[in-house]
Structure formats: C-alpha cells, structure tokens
C-alpha cells in the first residue's frame, strides 16, 4: 500500500497496491506495521457502515471531543464520494484548512482522518457506503460538528442538483472568525 501525507500534517490517502489477475484483484487494505512505519494509529476498536441512497447527500462535517477524539480511517466499498478533511487544531499551522479526496469502489482509496480533524463526505452517485475504522468508541456526548457550508472554511464541494442533508447536520454550529 502507498501511504501519503496530504497538505495537512497528519491526513493521509492510503492508496492499495492491487495485484491483478485473470480473476480481478487482491491487496491490502490495512497493515499495523506499515501503518506504524508512518506513525499513524493502528489500533481499531469499532468499525461503521454508512449507506447513502442519493447522489448529492452531504454528511458532516463531524468529529469526537476530548478526552475521547477519534481516528478514522474512511473508504468507500460502493460508489463514489467527495471525502473532506478539516484541521481543527488550534495550534496547527494548516488549522481551519480542508483538504479533499475522491473515494470510490474502483480506486479504493481510504482517506485517514486523525484526531483533531472533522469530517464530511458529500456522494457522487446514487447507492454509495463508506466503511470507517474507528479507533474510539462512539460517545454521544462528545460527537461533534461543524456547519459543512462555513464560509470561514470555504469548502468547494462538487455541485449537484440536490443536496440531502440531515436536520442535525443542517443545525451544527460554523467556526469564529
């Protein structure tokens, strides 16, 4: 697999190295040696499924308060996606700077998310599922977002001819200027 930092300190693309054959393909997804080699978190404790029906569903941008922040490592089994990544760590010099990948079930590529930073992901395509690894439980008290249209952030994402979006992620909160 091919680990890459991306713009911001401590964002990953995890792209896997298939070998293919006659029968299709085969590489890994994951590696706890590979993952600590580039000193990234290899250690899942959950792992969730988010199936979207509609092309144009925005989800997020979310993340997990201290004491309990969590990593993510995010790759779309079915489908495609616009997947964003956001620095929000106050001492970081990328911090309220975004980043953003396309995942989809032919790249596969993963996006990893570490603590500190929120997450969205907008679907390109109806009938698309991510599957994240999560290194922390999920806290209901601790989950977090910010508002996926802030313009202190200014995320461009793909246009679309409808957006679906949650009522709780229409209601979270945009960052001080």
Not at 2 to 13: Q, W
Not at 96 to 117: D, I, K, M, S
Not at 137 to 157: F, N
Request: glycine share 6%; aromatic share 10%.
């Amino acid at each position: 697999m091919i680990i890459e930092e991306t713009k911001l300190p401590g964002a990953f693309v995890v792209t896997p190295e298939r070998h293919v054959d006659d029968r299709g393909h085969f590489a890994r997804a994951w590696c706890v040696d590979e993952f600590a080699a580039h000193g990234l978190t290899a250690s899942w404790v959950q792992s969730n499924v988010s199936y979207n029906r509609r092309a144009g569903t925005l989800r997020g941008l979310h993340y997990q308060a201290d004491p309990r922040p969590e990593t993510k490592l995010v790759r779309c089994t079915r489908g495609a996606v616009y997947d964003v990544i956001v620095d929000l760590r106050p001492e970081s010099p990328t911090h309220r700077q975004w980043t953003a990948v396309e995942l989809t079930e032919h790249n596969g590529v993963a996006a990893y998310v570490p603590a500190g930073f929120a997450h969205g992901f907008q679907t390109l395509v109806d009938d698309t599922e991510l599957c994240y690894e999560m290194s922390e439980y999920y806290v209901p008290e601790l989950a977090r977002g910010v508002r996926w249209d802030d313009p202190v952030l200014g995320i461009t994402w793909p246009a679309c001819d409808r957006r679906v979006i949650s009522e709780r992620d229409l209601a979270l909160p945009g960052l001080r200027t």
